[in-house]
């Protein structure tokens, strides 16, 4: 985002909110050449507590306009409220408005037409305004407290998309992480799921998802679909399912352990050959060596040829996740239909 896109955001969100252009202008610290004149010397701009120097564009200039002291200035409990405690939306030639966290989706899928300005604020502590550049239709530069959100909706909705059907049953911290839990998993839809988690995660640890999972609102949660897995991820379900169906502490900590205990012992041998990445998990989740479900492990082990053996590892590699979420499923339904079946007896 070039200096000049940066100024004109400045001086457009200034002029929407009602700060008329002056008669000579001057040259302002923030802003560099302004529309606006003189509102007060940049010494009394900054202030103690000002963390947003680098987005200064004149840092040595002695003024400050009247528009970027509008932007700045203020404090909590003024009547308006400072700008940096609110989302703005500003178009060219309107009154800016103030939307709601709620109403930020909303603008991103429909964006005004012409030329604007949108600005996020997460903490209502930052100038947000100061990262913010000029938007259209087509390509928004969306200021936010530690960044300019590149958004383009031709490229970016269906991260928006999925990011809101996620939230139909994460929080925005697992999504932003990428931590799911297996009966989050299995109870959005394996499949689903997978689709959703492979838009999410080309944008993770992005600006864009950060925004993305603040303003996204909670999407409905459709029927389950069954997955359609390969012959080695099936081989790789089994296989976790029976170390878990033997582990002791599934047993005993049931909740923690598919909301995470397992995937994470699980990511810490999945790389390693397959017999030492079952021993060392085994292990590590107490499972019981005289439970069927232990002997049943390994007799698979012992019957699978090398081929086999490669695509399992690479399964176990690639989808962590997605295997315990269908093995968790697995346990859920096996044990649904042996009750059901005790019930019809």
Known sequence: MGAMSTAAARHLVAISRGVPPGVTGCFCVCCGASPFDRG????????????????????????????????????????????????????????????????????????????????????????????AGISTAKRMLVGGDEATVEYCPASHERILDAVEALRAVFG?????????????????????????????????????????????????????????????????VKLLALVATASLMRAERGKDFWGGIFLHR?????????????????????????????????????????????GVERSLRERPTLLVALAYDQIRTAKAAKTKAKEDK
């Open 40 to 131: 007060r010397s940049a010494d009394l701009l900054q202030g103690g507590t000002f963390s947003d120097a680098p987005s200064l564009l004149a840092p040595s200039a002695i003024d400050a306009c009247a528009g970027c002291v509008s932007l700045l200035a203020g404090r909590p409990g003024d009547d308006p409220p400072p700008l940096r405690t609110l989302h703005c939306l500003a178009v060219e030639g309107q009154p800016a408005l103030y939307p709601a966290t709620s109403e930020l989706a909303a603008i991103l899928r429909a964006p005004p037409l012409g030329r604007f300005v949108l600005i996020w604020t997460a903490s209502h502590k930052r100038h947000a305004v100061l990262r």
């Open 172 to 236: 925005s911290d697992s999504i932003l992480a990428g931590n799911y839990a297996a009966f989050g998993v299995a109870k959005f839809g394996a499949q689903r799921w997978a689709e959703c988690e492979a838009l999410v995660a080309s944008v993770r640890g992005s600006p864009l998802l950060a925004m993305l999972c603040h303003i996204a609102r909670k999407g409905e949660l459709l029927p389950r679909e069954d997955y359609l897995i390969d012959p080695d991820d099936e081989r790789a």
């Open 266 to 310: 699980l990511e810490r041998v999945r790389r390693l050959p397959l017999a030492t990445a079952v021993s060392r998990l085994m292990a590590s989740i107490g499972t019981s060596s005289i439970a069927e479900a232990t002997q049943e492990a390994l007799v698979m082990l012992a019957e699978m040829d090398a081929d086999v053996v490669a």
